[in-house]
């Protein structure tokens, strides 16, 4: 605590520049968010990046799933367990990767294995410096758990499997 003080305390004098006044803007509003993402994980921690916090929970989730005993219960943890995936399968497609095989490996691998996009190799996440701020992916999941919630208490959910295309005119 007193070294979490002495950092959450101190003040510092940080310089901005760039070579327009929107590049100094733009620099600042960096900086500032850089110092809140500092702040955060230095009072809520951090944890492995890169969607395999996520993955840590889907285990837990899925026995939860196979145990339980109302239909809605299992529509809810399947809903979750989609969501838990989403995001680390939205960064292997957008590498041009295949998902599924590499999601399954990681489901079976210890709690800090993730894989590495760039490289393309499984790999100790938090060794390899692949973090996330745990207050932003609880945040997250709150909110994917909210949905859920949601989408289980009202009569009908209206979902665009493909969002139209807007055309500039």
């Given amino acids: 605590r007193t070294r979490l003080g002495r950092l959450l305390g101190g003040t510092i004098t940080l310089w901005v520049g760039g070579a327009s006044e929107r590049e100094v803007e733009a620099n600042q509003e960096h900086a500032e968010h850089t110092d809140l993402t500092l702040r955060s994980a230095l009072e809520q921690g951090v944890l492995a990046g890169g969607g395999r916090a996520y993955l840590t929970c889907y285990n837990f989730l899925q026995r939860q799933y ?10 809810s943890c ?5 969501a838990l995936e989403a995001p680390l399968r939205t960064m292997l497609d957008n590498a041009g990767l295949e998902p599924s095989e590499i999601i399954g ?3 079976t691998a210890g709690d800090e294995v993730g ?3 760039r490289n393309q190799t ?12 745990a207050s932003v992916q609880i945040a997250a999941l709150r909110y994917a758990v909210s949905s859920v919630a949601l989408a289980l208490t009202i009569e009908a959910v209206v979902h665009k499997k493909t969002p139209e295309q807007v055309t500039a005119p």
């Fill in 78 to 82: 399947h809903m979750l367990l989609t």
């Fill in 66 to 75: 196979e145990t339980a005993s109302t239909l809605e219960e299992r529509a």
């Fill in 122 to 133: 499984y790999s100790n996440l938090t060794e390899q410096g692949f973090l996330d701020v």
């Fill in 115 to 117: 894989y590495d996009i």
């Fill in 105 to 107: 490996t990681l489901k």
